[in-house]
Structures are given as structure tokens and as C-alpha cells.
């Protein structure tokens, strides 16, 4: 341990580790932008210098190691100054259009200002301009209010190994675009959207759906139809003040209902039908000498990386549709045949953490005789506005169900919000479709957790099956690496595209932490305990599906219906 001293106050701190790691353990908060934890600092922004004794210049506490005996004042007159001159800068070279801006209040930079004082633009002159990139069904770039933080750089290239975007050009021409400058539909982007959760500003944002979901709200002549994803339930009530992790979701339902949507289900409904059809796919794989291993396709993000990067993996990809694309195409089939309403006058929208969803159900293969499984994709921000902006609040609600036959879902349904989840479900659906016995134990612990990447081996009546969980496509670039180098011994492996799984999607409340998505998790495993029913096939609504219209998992309606296929894209050079 090193003795330090912080603003005149002893401290211990920990060999190896930075000025800012060693202030904030002692409670003292300093400002940062382009600091991310877990990745190499790189000192960019300098908003959080700090003054250390003997030193004659202020110091990048991110970057900067702690030393013995050191003294180090966090806020002294000269580096309070020193931030309060970089955020005069940046804002010298920022619209002003707080007001309209999808970040206002929710703006680091904002909050910066506010925070030290800043009420006066000191300095003055032409402000750069840059055209707006509207292309990405997901995500729309301004790059007007772009600080060259690089945070959405490193995301994408470091954590998601996308590198979609970097720095061009030098000097006060530089800025963060694609590939040649073009726009982000024809770049490698996966639209994940953990670059908006990273940047600071109202540079990057979902492109939104409101206006049109608004709009159909009010159209006589559809029938709005809604279903929310699991993770929506932990999450949504961090925009009205709950603490991580609370369980929303009947009070959800009421509100949706109040919004006017005519029927309200549950994607967890569908998330137990894609383990039907999931696990029904991988033992006919197993017991058939098919590809393996079989990679999870549940993440729209996920496969669009396969597509771009590992194309000789899409034999591996299972051929189900998400959960999102099931319960689309069942709603317009199914549904539609037995509520005798024409599929095109249904307006079907879904809820989700994940702003890669908009690209999913954007995609032609998501489309059944010209007719969307989905018409409009909200995140769970966007959910939030609405409701704010019919002026509601979920305290003010009393909870309700889902609507049936598509509100029913097990527990097992529910966990999908979490990596690991899926492989969990999977594992004792599984189980119990090769042995006909349930499993003893259904909490498989192994695949639980924040780790971005878990592997496990698991018998099932004399089979010993290797299954491994890998959240973050850094992580899951490497495994398939691995198995491309040789790697032979796995059967299943499920992969979610936002480090963490859905709790942690590109289309969450922005504050998220680690701290927060840890409660969100336990949040949705705290359902799964105290849950009546907890695998996907005691889902007595999946068995009626069946048996009145699927006929059977893997069958010709259902493989119509509920499967797809992927190709390779090109990927830009």
C-alpha cells in the first residue's frame, strides 16, 4: 500500500493504480469525458487534472500512477480553472440548442458547464459544420455535437472489435466518421448502439420510431399491438426514479394499455419458443452429425457481425428468429387468423433494450407475403419519453397482466435479459427433450454472471455436452478464433452482442453502470426463484401454440413461420 494524502486528508492507496481510481475510492468525485473503465486511459480530454504538490504542471489523474507520499489537490483554484477553460472550449465549438436536444439534462457536457459555473461564452468565432448522418436505421450521428472524447471509437473498436468509426482528417478539421466519410448503413456498424450509451453528448442517438407509434395510436382503422422484451421490466424504472433492478412490469402493461394499444403481450412468450424450437434444432443437430457448434441468433447485433466478419460461421448460426421476429410473425398469422383481423391491419410494436432491433426488423428476411413481422422498434428510452410525454408516471399505476394468449411466459422466458440467460433456459429445456426428465437442479450457476465469457460441460443422459456463454463480440471474436484454430469440444454456444446481455443494450436508461446493470440482473434471477413455472416447455400456452397451429418444433409452419436464413455482407474496405 502507498500513503497518499487527498486534499489534506491521509489515504491508503493501492499499488499500480491511478490517481483517479485512488481519489474516487476516497469518495471525492472528479470529472471526466473521455475516461472508460476497464480500457486503457488515454488522458484525451484533461478534464480530469488534478494539482499534485512538487509537480509544476497539472496532472491527467486517469492516466497518471500513484506514487508514495503524494499530495493531491482535486479541486484547488488552478485546476478547477483549468476544466472550467476545456469546457468553455468545447462549448465555444458547440450548438446551442440545448433546448432541442435529445440529451438535454442527460448531457455530460452539460452537466460540466452547469457544474463549474460556466454562465458567459468567453470565447467566440465560426463554429465548424458537419452533415449529419441519417442513413442507419438505428442510429443517427450529429457530428456537430461531438467533443473528440473517442469513447465511441473505443467501444467499437476495442470492446465490440467493429471499428466502424475513428478519427479523419487533422487539427481543427478532425472529427469521427466511417470509412471514406460514408454513411453508417454502408459501413461495418452492427447497431449495437453502445457507442450512445458511451458518448457524453447528443452526438449519437437511436434514430426514433415515437412519431410513427404515435401515430398508429391514433389511426382508427389499426389495431396497435405491443410486446416488451424481458429485460424492459428491471429497466424502465430507472427513467421514473426506482432503483436498478425493480420489477415493473405489471404496472408496465397498465400503462401501455392507458397509451391505447389494444392488446399488450410479453416477448418472453416467444423467448420460450425460441428454446423449442432452439433446443428441438440443437439435438437434431447433435443426434444427426450437424454443424456444431451451434451459435445462439437471438441478437441482431451478433449477426450482423457474423455476416460481416465470420460468414464461414453462419452454417453454425441456428436458423430461429429472436424472440422480437417470433412474436411479430405469430401475432400476424396466428393471432390475426383467430381475432379475424387482415395481418395488414394489425401495427405491431415492440419494445426493446436494443437498438439493433430497428435494424433487425427492418431486414427483408423479417418479412412474411410483404407484411413486417414488426412495424415500429421503441428502446426502452424511447418508451419512457412517450410516457412522459402523455404525462405519465409508472408510481401512478396499478399493475395488470399481460394480455393472453402471448402474456403467459415461465420464468425461464425471463431470463433471456441476462447473458447466460438463454444457455440457462436452453440448458433445461434441453435436458428434459433428450432424457424426458426435468433437471435436478435448474439454476446452472455456471453460465450466471457479469463475466464476458463463461464455459461449462454438462451431461444429459450420458452425452457430455460443452457449452459456453460470451457477451461483448470482443469476447466472442476470440472464441471463434479459437474454434476456427481447432477448437473442437463445444456443442452450443449463446452469444449476446451488448457486454452484460440485454440489461445492458444500447436502448437502456443512459446512466448505466456496472453497478446498475449487476441489479438488473439480479432483478430478473430473483424472478426466475420465486417463479411457479421455470423451463420454457411447462409454458402451457407454447403447448396449445402447437398443438392448434405449429403442429410441431421444427415442423413446415413452424420453419416458415419462426426460422430464417443469413448470408455474408461485404464488408467496406
Not at 487533422?170 to 469521427?176: F, L, P, V
Not at 399488450?264 to 424450437?277: G, H, P
Not at 419494445?351 to 433487425?360: N, R, W
Not at 429445456?429 to 465469457?453: C, H, M, P
Request: aromatic share 6%; with cysteine.
Amino acid at each position: 500500500m502507498l500513503n497518499i494524502e487527498i486534499n489534506g486528508k491521509p489515504f491508503e492507496a493501492k499499488e499500480g493504480e491511478t490517481i483517479l481510481e485512488a481519489v474516487r475510492r476516497a469518495g471525492v468525485a472528479v470529472p471526466t469525458l473521455c475516461y472508460l473503465e476497464g480500457l486503457a486511459p488515454t488522458g484525451a480530454c484533461r478534464i480530469c487534472v488534478v494539482e499534485v504538490e512538487g509537480m509544476p504542471n497539472l496532472i491527467p489523474s486517469c492516466s497518471y500512477p500513484v506514487g508514495n507520499n503524494m499530495k493531491i489537490h482535486t479541486h484547488s483554484a488552478r485546476a478547477v480553472r483549468a476544466r472550467k477553460t476545456i469546457v468553455e472550449l468545447l462549448l465555444a465549438d458547440h450548438p446551442d440548442d440545448c433546448l432541442y436536444c435529445v440529451r438535454n439534462q442527460k448531457c455530460d457536457l452539460q452537466t460540466l458547464a452547469a457544474d463549474l459555473g460556466v454562465r458567459d461564452q468567453r470565447y467566440g468565432g465560426e463554429k465548424s459544420t458537419w452533415k449529419e448522418d441519417l442513413s442507419s436505421p438505428s442510429i443517427l450521428r450529429d457530428p456537430n455535437k461531438c467533443i473528440l472524447c473517442g469513447k465511441c471509437v473505443r467501444v467499437c473498436e476495442e470492446i465490440q472489435k467493429v471499428a466502424a468509426i475513428d478519427f479523419i482528417g487533422r487539427g481543427s478539421r478532425t472529427h469521427i466518421g466511417t470509412a471514406f466519410d460514408e454513411g453508417l448503413n454502408v459501413s461495418s456498424c452492427i447497431n449495437c448502439g453502445q457507442c450512445i450509451l458511451a458518448c457524453p453528448t447528443g452526438a449519437l442517438r437511436e434514430r426514433t420510431y415515437i412519431k410513427e407509434v404515435v401515430a398508429a395510436l391514433s389511426n382508427p382503422n389499426l389495431v396497435p399491438v405491443v410486446s416488451h422484451a424481458p429485460a424492459i421490466s428491471v429497466t424502465l424504472g430507472e427513467e421514473f426514479g426506482l432503483p436498478a433492478g425493480t420489477d415493473v412490469d405489471g404496472v408496465m402493461v397498465a400503462a401501455l394499455r392507458a397509451l391505447g394499444f389494444k392488446y399488450v403481450f410479453d416477448t418472453s412468450f416467444t423467448a420460450d419458443l425460441t428454446i423449442m424450437e432452439e433446443g428441438s434444432e440443437l439435438v437434431h443437430r447433435v443426434s444427426n452429425n450437424g454443424k456444431l457448434p451451434m451459435l445462439t441468433s437471438c441478437s441482431p447485433g451478433w449477426i450482423k457481425f457474423v455476416e460481416e466478419f465470420y460468414p464461414d460461421f453462419i452454417p453454425n448460426v441456428s436458423t430461429c428468429k429472436s424472440p422480437q421476429q417470433m412474436m411479430g410473425a405469430i401475432i400476424k398469422s396466428f393471432f390475426a387468423e383467430r381475432m379475424k383481423l387482415d395481418p395488414k391491419q394489425i401495427y405491431s410494436v415492440s419494445i426493446m433494450p436494443c437498438t439493433a432491433k430497428k435494424f433487425e426488423a427492418s431486414r427483408p428476411e423479417m418479412m412474411n407475403n410483404d407484411v413486417p413481422d414488426i412495424d415500429a422498434v421503441l428502446t426502452t428510452r424511447e418508451l419512457a419519453q412517450l410516457f412522459r410525454m402523455r404525462g405519465m408516471d409508472l408510481k401512478n399505476f396499478q399493475p395488470e397482466a399481460a394480455d393472453t394468449p402471448f402474456g403467459e411466459r415461465t420464468t425461464a422466458g425471463k431470463i433471456f435479459g441476462a447473458s447466460g440467460g438463454v444457455m440457462e433456459a436452453a440448458i433445461r429445456s434441453a435436458y428434459f427433450l433428450i432424457t424426458k426428465k426435468e433437471l435436478g437442479d435448474l439454476n446452472v450457476e455456471a453460465v450466471r454472471g457479469l463475466e464476458g465469457r463463461k464455459e461449462a460441460r454438462v451431461n444429459i443422459d450420458g452425452l457430455d455436452v460443452g457449452v459456453a456463454v460470451v457477451s461483448g463480440l470482443g469476447n466472442a471474436a476470440k472464441l471463434l478464433d479459437e474454434i476456427r484454430a481447432g477448437r473442437n469440444d463445444l456443442h452450443f454456444i449463446e452469444v449476446m452482442t451488448c457486454p452484460g446481455g440485454c440489461i445492458a443494450g444500447g436502448g437502456q436508461p443512459l446512466e448505466t453502470d456496472k453497478a446498475a446493470i449487476r441489479e438488473r440482473m439480479k432483478g430478473l434471477y430473483k424472478l426466475d426463484a420465486e417463479g411457479p413455472k421455470r423451463t420454457s416447455h411447462s409454458n402451457e400456452y407454447v403447448q396449445r401454440l402447437y398443438e392448434e397451429f405449429l403442429v410441431k418444433p421444427l415442423g413446415e409452419k413452424s420453419h416458415h413461420l419462426l426460422h430464417t436464413h443469413y448470408a455474408k455482407r461485404e464488408v467496406m474496405l
